[in-house]
């Protein structure tokens, strides 16, 4: 079982900058796609980003795409979401997540984190 913790999240004014870690003890996170979801209140939960494990293929929702920038250590097993230029409407639970078969799907995603909060204020 991979045990994933996300961090980072936080309340930041529209415009400001956040950074989301996600990280392991006890497994490696190399063999394994990793993604970013996110859910508000009262909306389904959706795709933000996603990384193959070679980091070779990266993946972003229209909706942050060049705003946010998905990245990973292998070598420390974490997993990074810089959030640039953020919009009160990226307010939302952020998740982890780990998987070995796609990128996009939350069906693809085995092992999933309790998430992190993030705010922004207009």
């Known amino acids: 079982q991979v045990q994933l913790v996300e961090s980072g999240g936080g309340l930041v004014q529209a415009g400001g900058s956040l950074r989301l870690s996600c990280a392991t003890s006890g497994h490696t996170l190399s063999g394994y796609n990793m993604g970013w979801f996110r859910q508000a209140p009262g909306n389904e939960r959706e795709f933000v980003s996603a990384?193959?494990?070679?980091?070779?293929?990266?993946r972003y929702a229209d909706a942050v795409k060049g705003r946010f920038t998905i990245s990973r250590d292998n070598a420390k097993n974490t997993l990074f979401l810089q959030m640039n230029s953020l919009k009160p409407e990226d307010t939302a639970v952020y998740y982890c997540a780990a998987g070995s078969v796609g990128l996009m799907w939350e069906n693809d995603y085995h092992y999933w984190g309790q998430g992190t909060q993030v705010t922004v204020s207009s």
């Open positions: 990384i193959a494990w070679s980091g070779a293929n990266t």
